[in-house]
């Protein structure tokens, strides 16, 4: 009796693969784009359910009769078990959320009772064919009372409502090897800005709007001493960690070319190590004005990186350490230029960091950050803009890069009750003796203080409601004279969202007004349209990430 009963579930089993698996194996042989695949494949499942449908309702008629034509005596209560586990039932789909990467809610589905969905396929032709990208890009329309609107202070008043670019970033990562617990993969990432002010925008590749971001090969596996870390090779670097609201990022690494470990477990934390080139071309002591002096001449740096992060502090709070240091390889031409007088003298360059973050359990959270710096990376901390603590400022050196500085910066979101949530970034530097990129001046001491606070009313998980201040002062001096620079930011603004989050939530649409006053601009003689020392501008925003 048993016999027979499992021959029948095999051959029923059978017919249910079989009707499965045969449009699977006649779509990975043939030479189909994926988009095709995924359209032919839920359109054959769709068919495949329908056939499902038919064969369930032809057995259920007669599950009884072919159990106990083999034994009456087979109960009824057996009957029913054997014939779940024959045809399982059908079922609804449960939905649950997850995250990627960056912290984005999205939505996956899963099955209970085995029946495949759409999802559940495109899950499989995605992990079969071993591809996946991702990208982001941001792009809008925007004017002001008087012609095209123009940026200012981003990097120390805030970006909203104070960006006219469209960044856009697209990464596309094919698995090469998977096997034994050892796998390869392919990553490359395209990055670039693109204008949105001409109609005829083409792909300007440059430092400033470039075509490639990184090219590399990762792995896991192949370090058995490391075992369960990632180890890569070619353009890339260890993560990025960005101050979002100011648009700079208070540890970076720009590289031309490689080597990394990433993940080693420790008894608290993980370990990363980079070793990475980042070339720069040195600048004559008269590079502000480009008609005078030699021409650049390359030379080829590199950079030691050595993290330990995400060391457990207390509960939902967790510590990191950072270390880096810059070093020329110096050619005997190079070194010759130097002592010609003709060309600033290239040095050494390190930076610290020391940073606490604090997780909230409604989803809240709180970043401070500890940076010190001597030379050229010390520099980059007196920047209005692009404040990166990079060796090198858009692939230039210039400058007598002495002196030291060091940087507070506190950044996060909180929610202040359940319907009101405020996002921040704060920051401020101190320097010595540091090079003033801005005047081509040496032996300049700094203080600086940026901000930007952005609280907002949360009318549901797609609307928002709120205004942005931003508010910075600079002073350099330079022989005994001060120069000083300060503005304010006003954006009223309203969103359009997906989630309650402000920083870690994407898509959203913005629709906003900014006025900004540069009240005081002896250190970057910025003047808005006209010698306006201020401006009124609106328009409608996009940024999306996936």
């Excluded at 010595?432 to 001491?445: A, I, L, R, Y």
């Excluded at 349209?529 to 940024?543: P, T, W």
Aim: hydrophobic residues 35%; aromatic residues 14%.
């Amino acid at each position: 009796m048993k016999n027979k009963i499992n021959k029948f579930k095999l051959n029923k089993l059978t017919c249910i693969i079989a009707i499965f698996a045969l449009p699977n194996i006649a779509i990975a042989n043939s030479t189909m784009s994926i988009e095709e695949r995924l359209e032919k494949l839920e359109r054959e499942l769709t068919e495949t359910k329908q056939e499902l449908k038919t064969y369930k309702a032809l057995y259920e008629q007669n599950e009884s009769k072919l159990l106990t034509k083999y034994d009456d005596s087979v109960p009824a209560e057996d009957i029913k078990i054997a014939a779940k586990q024959v045809t399982p039932k059908a079922s609804s789909t449960n939905t649950s959320a997850s995250s990627t990467s960056n912290g984005t809610a999205v939505a996956t589905h899963s099955t209970v009772d085995g029946h495949l969905t759409l999802q559940d396929i495109s899950r499989f032709v995605k992990e079969d064919i071993g591809f996946s990208y991702n990208g982001y890009f941001r792009t809008g329309w925007a004017s002001s009372t008087d012609g095209s609107p123009q940026p200012y202070a981003y990097g120390s008043l805030g970006r909203f409502g104070n960006e006219y670019g469209g960044w856009y970033e697209i990464m596309f990562n094919q698995r090469l090897y998977n096997n034994n617990d050892k796998t390869v993969n392919a990553i490359v990432d395209f990055q670039g800005n693109m204008g949105l002010a001409y109609s005829d925008t083409t792909f300007n590749v440059s430092r400033d709007n470039f075509l490639f971001g990184s090219a590399y090969v990762n792995t896991t596996g192949f370090l058995p001493f490391f075992p369960g870390s990632e180890f890569w090779i070619g353009r890339n670097s260890l993560p990025h960690y960005e101050i979002q609201m100011l648009d700079w990022k208070s540890q970076v690494g720009q590289t031309a070319g490689g080597v990394g470990v990433e993940g080693i477990a420790t008894a608290a934390g993980f370990v990363d190590f980079s070793l990475s080139r980042e070339d720069v071309d040195l600048l004559n002591i008269d590079y502000l004005n480009p008609a005078v002096g030699p021409k650049p001449k390359q030379v080829n740096t590199n950079t030691i990186e050595l993290r330990w992060r995400d060391i457990p502090v207390w509960e939902n709070a967790k510590f990191s350490m950072h270390g880096k240091y810059a070093f020329a390889n110096e050619t005997d031409d190079v070194k010759s230029a130097q002592s010609s007088g003709d060309y600033y003298t290239l040095k050494d360059s390190y930076l610290a960091l020391a940073m606490l973050r604090h997780d909230f359990s409604d989803g809240g959270w709180n970043e401070f950050t500890l940076q010190a710096a001597d030379n050229s990376i010390a520099s980059a901390f007196a920047l209005i803009n692009d404040s990166n603590p990079s060796y090198g400022f858009r692939g230039n050196y210039a400058g007598d890069k002495g002196g030291t500085a060091y940087r507070i910066i506190s950044q996060g979101e909180n929610y202040l009750s359940s319907n009101i949530i405020m996002a921040h970034a704060l920051s401020y530097a101190d320097g010595e003796g540091v090079f003033d990129v801005e005047k081509n001046q040496s032996d300049t001491d700094f203080w600086s203080f940026n901000s930007a606070i952005r609280p907002a009313y949360i009318w549901n998980d797609f609307n928002q409601t709120g205004v942005e201040l931003g508010y910075f002062k600079q002073v350099n001096t330079h022989n005994n004279i001060e120069a000083q620079e300060q503005g304010y930011k006003t954006t009223l603004f309203h969103t359009l969202k997906v989630g309650k989050s402000i920083l870690n939530s994407r898509p959203e649409i913005r629709f906003y007004s900014t006025y900004i006053n540069s009240v005081d601009n002896e250190i970057s003689k910025f003047k808005f349209n006209d010698n306006n020392h201020d401006q009124l501008s609106f328009g409608v925003q996009a940024e999306v990430w996936w």
